[in-house]
T-cell receptor, first 113, second 117 residues
Framework: AQTVTQSQPEMSVQEAETVTLSCTYDTSESDYYLFWYKQPPSRQMILVIR??????QNATENRFSVNFQKAAKSFSLKISDSQLGDAAMYFCAYRPYNNDMRFGAGTRLTVKP | DVKVTQSSRYLVKRTGEKVFLECVQDMDHENMFWYRQDPGLGLRLIYFSYDVKMKEKGDIPEGYSVSREKKERFSLILESASTNQTSMYLC????????????????FGPGTRLTVT
């Protein structure tokens, strides 16, 4: 079975500081996609960042970047200059080419002013 | 922007009732999904559809059925609601039909919080 593990149920960061959320996945595939989603309290889940496994370069979207370690099957999310609006549940997701997307259990991020 | 809408944000039903949850997307996406979200369990796939009138079981299909008569609409049906189906239900869609992560990123609706009493 292909699973996604987020080992940090909760994380906290001071406003303007940097935080890294961990994600590991289990797979025997060589080609797949990885995603981070954000779900703010009582609001819609939205995509934060995506990564194709065949790309060695780590994806970046403004203050959000990933550290993709294919051999280690690790896909962590770094949030720089944290803002109050970053407070949310963050879900890591893995999708092999010919199968369904798998989500981790989520990490609840609190941002302290 | 892609918009995925769900018929209700909150729903309260009694045990044994038949429940319909509707989902509509406006971007001509091929793929549509129904998930259940519970604390500590993440999102679990109930059913999905890659085309009109097609459906596939996900990880937890028991007690649920789906219908996709039109490309933009994907309905989840609880045939006889039970208290263990109290949960948040999320609908999502993705473009599909190509290579590249952007074809498979999912766009989510706001969710329906269902309580079965």
């Amino acid at each position: 079975a292909q699973t996604v593990t987020q080992s940090q149920p909760e994380m906290s960061v001071q406003e303007a500081e940097t935080v890294t959320l961990s994600c590991t996945y289990d797979t025997s595939e060589s080609d797949y996609y990885l995603f981070w989603y954000k779900q703010p309290p009582s609001r819609q889940m939205i995509l934060v960042i995506r990564q194709e496994a065949y790309k060695q370069q780590n994806a970046t979207e403004n203050r959000f970047s990933v550290n993709f370690q294919k051999a280690a099957k690790s896909f962590s999310l770094k949030i720089s200059d944290s803002q109050l609006g970053d407070a949310a549940m963050y879900f890591c997701a893995y999708r092999p080419y010919n199968n369904d997307m798998r989500f981790g259990a989520g990490t609840r991020l609190t941002v302290k002013p | 922007d892609v918009k995925v809408t769900q018929s209700s944000r909150y729903l309260v039903k009694r045990t044994g009732e038949k429940v319909f949850l509707e989902c509509v997307q406006d971007m001509d996406h091929e793929n549509m999904f129904w998930y259940r979200q519970d604390p500590g369990l993440g999102l679990r796939l109930i059913y999905f559809s890659y085309d009109v009138k097609m459906k596939e079981k996900g990880d937890i299909p028991e007690g649920y059925s789906v219908s996709r008569e039109k490309k933009e609409r994907f309905s989840l049906i609880l045939e006889s609601a039970s208290t263990n189906q109290t949960s948040m239900y999320l609908c999502a869609s993705s473009p599909g039909g190509g290579e590249g992560a952007h074809y498979y990123e999912q766009y989510f609706g706001p969710g329906t919080r269902l309580t079965v009493t």
